[in-house]
């Protein structure tokens, strides 16, 4: 082979071809400057745009420039575009480069957790364990403790979350939020007076906490007490009247006590935010249909029927096979 | 290039692709199926060959025609083979430009 002078000849062409290769990419290098790849990835994840951060951020770590920041915000983009496995690997190398901080011992926990929810896997510990290091190292991690108590409410240790959520408040973090996380945990147990209680408690410390009042509701509605229901219910369109839901539910309860005509106007203000909502469309046209008012029972079905609605549909075909 | 090896011809140009992959993946992500390394690097290594094996097949008759007017005698699966090589590496050489481009 080392007698064919093409052979020879190729080699040297292609140590050429490489070590071209090798000036190419140190001269481009050389003109690229740290300080611009910052801005330019702070720019690109402060706008939201992962993909480009990414690029800019994996080159910085290739410089070398292993900073927190760079590291948690690399991590951060990964998880944001969904790519768990990738954010989790770079949490790794950061926990390996750096002093661990506390944010990332959050981010791990949660990109473990979302892998989890991905795969459908099982096994709470790791992120469980993770997040634990998150709050030993800072007391005042309010995601972390979120994340904490929703985990063990996912594995149904309402006590185990609730003293998660009373480890925040005894840091005064967002005491509404953690109370109303409480009345949750209650909420799902069935213990509507405890429930109740901690609501009160979110209320008493954010008046505008919209969750507290809606769910309130929902535990009045349970309790098969309507009016208390609507009242609340009417506290929530007070602090945000364009959120439809409140205005479908207090729909809903008049149509289940067969009050058809208030049913419509709680249904029609709810249609008057979003025109095309299916389901408020079905119960609209079915109230209507219920006073015989078929044109404009029709008219909302088959609105709701063009947006997705099943029920509309066979509504439909039952009233023109009747009719 | 002119290669008579064409097995150490093709590894070297696999090695070549192999690195490509590596400056594409820290531009950008890859995703689904490319995210897997060796569909990626196949995938790649087809593309540059298949580029290399067009540019030839369109240089080619340029060049029979140039060996009919100066009477020059024309061996057609040598010189494809040679300028396969030389786009081969031409082919690397851009998509090396633009992976190290920011």
Known sequence: ?323 | MFYNNKIIFFSLLLIFSAVLLYLINQQIVLVGILRNFFISLIILYSVIILISAILSNIFLPFYILFSKLIKLKCNKSLMFWWTFTIFSYITTFAIFMFSIEY
């Open chain 1, 1 to 323: 082979m080392l007698e064919d002078k093409n052979f020879i000849i190729s080699i040297i062409m292609t140590i050429l071809f490489i070590v071209t290769l090798i000036f190419y990419y140190h001269y481009k290098n050389s003109h690229y400057t740290i300080d611009v790849f910052i801005h330019k990835s702070s720019h690109y994840f402060k706008t939201e745009n992962y993909m480009q951060a990414i690029r800019y951020y994996k080159k910085l770590i290739m410089m070398g420039v292993k900073t927190d920041k760079i590291y948690t915000n690399t991590a951060i983009s990964f998880i944001r575009m969904g790519y768990y496995k990738t954010a989790t690997k770079y949490l790794l190398d950061m926990e390996k480069n750096l002093l661990p901080t506390s944010e990332m011992y959050y981010l791990l926990g949660f990109s473990y957790y979302s892998q989890m929810k991905v795969y459908k896997l099982s096994d709470y510990n790791i992120p469980i364990q993770y997040l634990e290091k998150s709050l030993d190292l800072d007391k005042r991690n309010k995601e972390s403790y979120i994340l904490l108590g929703k985990i063990y409410e996912e594995k149904n240790e309402f006590i185990e979350a609730r003293k998660w959520y009373k480890n925040a408040l005894l840091e005064k973090i967002d005491n509404s939020k953690f109370y109303g996380l409480i009345a949750n945990t209650y909420f799902k147990e069935n213990r509507f007076k405890d429930a109740t209680e901690y609501y009160n408690k979110a209320i008493s410390n954010n008046k505008n906490y919209i969750s507290a009042y809606y769910n309130m509701a929902e535990i009045y509605i349970v309790q098969q007490n309507f009016d208390k229901a609507i009242e609340y219910l009417k506290k929530v369109i007070e602090i945000d009247p364009q959120y439809i839901y409140p205005y479908s539910k207090i729909g809903n309860l008049y149509f289940a006590q067969e009050n058809y005509e208030t049913a419509i106007d709680w249904y029609l203000q709810a249609l008057k935010i979003e025109p095309k909502e299916a389901i408020v469309n079905y119960y609209t046209g079915i109230s209507y249909k219920k006073l015989n008012m078929l044109k404009k029972a029709v008219k909302h079905l088959k609105l709701a029927a063009y947006c997705g609605n099943d029920d509309a549909v066979k509504e439909l075909r039952t009233m023109s096979e009747t009719l």
